[in-house]
């Protein structure tokens, strides 16, 4: 890689279920409803890994953490990041900002969005003010406006340590 920043863009859905844990963005949420899924279904932070993935060049979130391996069940997705980071830091390069979208009807977002930024800056190792962290809701089109499912979309920009 040259010296100069790329881009990675990364989207992830997931299917909302009562009763289910709500992690997202790292941070535990008390939520009537939790995104389903192999790991904890933290669409923030899969979302997070694989846009910094794909600007450092890397290979996708799927193919390094299998949705089949047993090891992968139920695992905390800021696994995930700090694996993310170690490959990341390993090509002597670093997050320089994150910008994500998460929509989704639940849990509502506001109450927790300076603690998901927050944890988003920590396991990125980025100042708070180049994460950002937004919600809409699905304005009850599709899907996503129904309640059943959540999407985020993460694009990093990713450059020389
Ligand atoms: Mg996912």
Do not use: Y
């Not at 299917?15 to 192999?38: F, K, M, N, Q, Y």
């Amino acid at each position: 890689m040259n010296d100069l920043p790329r881009i990675g863009l990364g989207i992830d859905v997931h299917r909302l279920e009562a009763g289910r844990p709500c992690v997202l963005a790292g941070v535990a949420i008390d939520s009537p409803v939790g995104p389903v899924g192999h790991s904890d279904g933290d669409a923030v932070l899969h979302a997070a890994c694989d846009a910094v993935l794909s600007a450092a060049g890397l290979d996708d979130l799927g193919s390094l953490f299998s949705d089949q391996a047993a090891e992968n069940k139920d695992r905390a997705s800021s696994e995930f990041c700090t694996e993310t980071m170690r490959l990341v830091s390993d090509r002597q390069l670093q997050v320089w900002s994150l910008d994500i979208v998460l929509e989704t009807d639940a849990p509502k977002l506001a109450p927790h969005r300076a603690a998901m930024r927050a944890r988003l800056a920590e396991l990125f190792a980025l100042p708070a003010d180049r994460v950002n962290l937004k919600g809409k809701t699905g304005e009850r089109v599709g899907p996503i406006g129904r309640g059943e499912a959540m999407r985020a979309t993460a694009v990093a920009l990713v450059g020389p340590a």
